[in-house]
């Protein structure tokens, strides 16, 4: 049984950083590409920000530039560094490990973000 685990979330003021980590109970992330995403309420869920097996990565339009998404196998701990939060950025942060024929999906971390 694979358990990832959020954690690092919190309330800041727009402007401030925060950044996130999940860790595997496993080595999952050795086999998996790793996503961020997030939920905010009345909204869907979507994507923040993933990175693959050979550390390519991608980010939705509206954090490029903000947030950065990094791992350490070796940890078992993938990372997203937000920077320049915005009140817009409020939601779950939920982390998830995925390949071909499985997902694996944290609880979540709520992020707040004041103006």
């Known amino acids: 049984q694979v358990h990832l685990v959020e954690s690092g979330g919190g309330l800041v003021q727009a402007g401030g950083s925060l950044r996130l980590s999940c860790a595997a109970s496993g080595s999952i992330f050795r086999i998996a590409a790793v996503g961020w995403f997030r939920q905010a309420p009345g909204n869907q869920r979507e994507s923040v920000a993933t990175i693959s097996l050979t550390n390519s990565t991608n980010y939705a339009d509206s954090v490029k530039g903000r947030f950065t998404i990094s791992r350490d196998n070796a940890q078992n701990t993938v990372y997203l560094q937000m920077n320049s939060l915005k009140p817009e950025d409020t939601a779950v942060y939920y982390c998830?490990?995925?390949?071909?024929?499985?997902?694996?999906w944290g609880q979540g971390t709520q992020v707040t973000v004041s103006s």
């Open positions: 998830s490990a995925f390949g071909r024929s499985f997902d694996y």
